[in-house]
């Protein structure tokens, strides 16, 4: 009797271990990895040695909304901001006299004003969107062509000709599809299709083009001093390109980063914010040349995902790619640090799950 209620034992524990490897296995994912080669990572060493710059924040209350992912001073010398919730907010510099300003009911991850004072948004669920002072949103574009729509509208800047550039994150995974954000920037990423791209979207005449292609999630985006080149993130490769705003043509400008580039924001005297939301996690580095092993990774629990510790980490750069000023948190107390807006006597860092705006004092 003993034996026969062990077999029992011993074959249903065979059965779940079977179904078990049958789902790590052959369980469907949306995402097909291609392999690819990552150089080893730096670590924090030279320009980037640890510090703690960026530890002690200051807080600006933004009530129970979250994730101030982009923030922006206003032509009425106000601080804006994105939040998770579609919401843009508004407020005096020192986070006082806070307002909605507008609502797109998706997520907006960046934006600029035009000279007419609209405020352009690129809207992760929506495309590319105007607002007007009187917080009327209306869509400029939702596709480059017919049959081809823009999936995961990122970061965006408006020219002095007026003209709008803005990075498409991914052609692969919209937001919309797959849960928000951050779900589809993860799918994409651990993929590594490289779908991404930097769109131009011309207001006279309404068309919108691709300027660039090939990015392994084209993320935050800046423009030169001088009008004619684009600064974009690649947060999958973790890199920064330069990028000629009429030919397309590119050139790696800050390669091998120690963590994920997100968004790209000038600041003074010549500087360019970037944010390392992310530092580099070696067995995310080591799966590269591993397909299966990271479409497995996919079938696991959400909570097993090689997802990177927090590490406050903010940057800035000249356009030679020179870095000129480094802050770091090791301790990541403000959460997914994503860049910096650097006013007269401030700067503004921006997150994209934090349940405050963080600032210090300019240095």
Excluded: C
């Amino acid at each position: 009797m003993e034996s026969s209620k062990g077999h029992k034992i011993a074959a249903g524990a065979a059965l779940t271990l079977a179904g078990l490897l049958a789902y790590l296995l052959l369980w469907p994912v949306p995402a097909e990895p291609v392999s690819w080669t990552p150089q080893q990572a730096p670590g924090y060493l030279g320009a980037h040695a640890p510090n703690t710059r960026l530890a002690g924040l200051q807080k600006i209350d933004i009530g129970t909304e979250q994730g101030p992912e982009h923030l922006a001073m206003g032509p009425d010398g106000k601080l804006y901001a994105a939040v998770a919730s579609g919401k843009i907010l508004r407020m005096a510099p020192d986070g006082s006299q806070r307002e909605v300003f507008a609502s797109t009911g998706g997520r907006v991850l960046g934006f600029d004003f035009d000279a007419g004072g609209r405020l352009i948004a690129a809207d992760a669920m929506k495309g590319l969107l105007a607002i007007a002072p009187d917080g009327k949103v209306t869509l400029l574009a939702a596709q480059v062509a017919q049959g081809d729509p823009i999936r995961y509208a990122d970061g965006v800047v408006v020219a002095p000709s007026g003209m709008i550039y803005f990075t498409d994150a991914s052609t692969r995974f919209a937001p919309a599809e797959w849960g928000g954000t951050f779900e589809a920037s993860v799918l994409d990423i651990l993929e590594q299709s490289a779908t991404g791209r930097v769109l131009a979207y011309d207001p006279s005449n309404g068309s919108t083009r691709v300027l660039a292609g090939g990015f392994s999630f084209a993320n935050g985006i800046a423009l030169s001093g001088d009008g004619r080149s684009l600064f974009v993130s690649e947060t999958g490769r973790y890199r920064i390109w330069k990028i000629d705003a009429q030919s397309g043509k590119r050139e790696v400008l800050l390669d091998n980063l120690p963590g994920y580039p997100d968004n790209l924001m000038r600041g003074r005297d010549g500087k360019i914010w970037a944010g390392l939301v992310k530092p580099r996690n070696p067995t995310i580095d080591k799966l590269a040349q591993k397909p299966f092993m990271r479409k497995l990774t996919l079938r696991l629990p959400r909570a097993l995902w090689p997802v990177p510790k927090a590490y406050g980490h903010v940057f800035a750069f000249g356009e030679d790619g020179k870095v000129l000023a480094d802050l770091q948190d090791p301790s990541g107390a403000y959460p997914e640090a994503t860049a910096v807006l650097e006013s007269q006597d401030r700067l503004y860092i921006q997150s994209l799950h934090a349940a405050y705006i963080g600032w210090m004092p300019r240095p």
